[in-house]
Nanobody, 121 residues
Framework: QVQLVESGGGLVPAGGSLRLSCAASGRIFSINAMGWYRQAPGKQRELVATIISAGSTNYADSVKGRFTISRDNAKNTVYLQMNSLKPEDTAVYYC???????????????WGRGTQVTVSS
């Protein structure tokens, strides 16, 4: 099957930077959109950024100018470079990919287990 494994989370002071990675593995024919969501305690999961196979990106207003999403198609990996981090960025960050596992199969959304990002004030 398909697995998504995130890495790169941790504890960082306000104003610092982190780079998250998410590698997809398993039975993969193609990957369309890749993205990051986050969920803070007591809040709903929210979109952070997405990137499609052609490279177009989309960001939440709260992270525009601070976060950059990118992908390496050869490695089936998506990255999230987070700069100028704020305490309100504290959350569990989840990777998601829209993957087709065969040439005739449907595209399905897969999720990682999440990685904790904590920004101290």
């Amino acid at each position: 099957q398909v697995q998504l494994v995130e890495s790169g989370g941790g504890l960082v002071p306000a104003g610092g930077s982190l780079r998250l990675s998410c590698a997809a593995s398993g039975r993969i024919f193609s990957i369309n959109a890749m993205g990051w969501y986050r969920q803070a305690p007591g809040k709903q999961r929210e979109l952070v950024a997405t990137i499609i196979s052609a490279g177009s990106t989309n960001y939440a207003d709260s992270v525009k100018g601070r976060f950059t999403i990118s992908r390496d198609n050869a490695k089936n990996t998506v990255y999230l470079q987070m700069n100028s981090l704020k305490p309100e960025d504290t959350a569990v960050y989840y990777c998601t990919c829209r993957i087709r596992t065969s040439v005739v199969g449907p595209e399905l959304d897969y999720w990682g287990r999440g990685t904790q990002v904590t920004v101290s004030s």
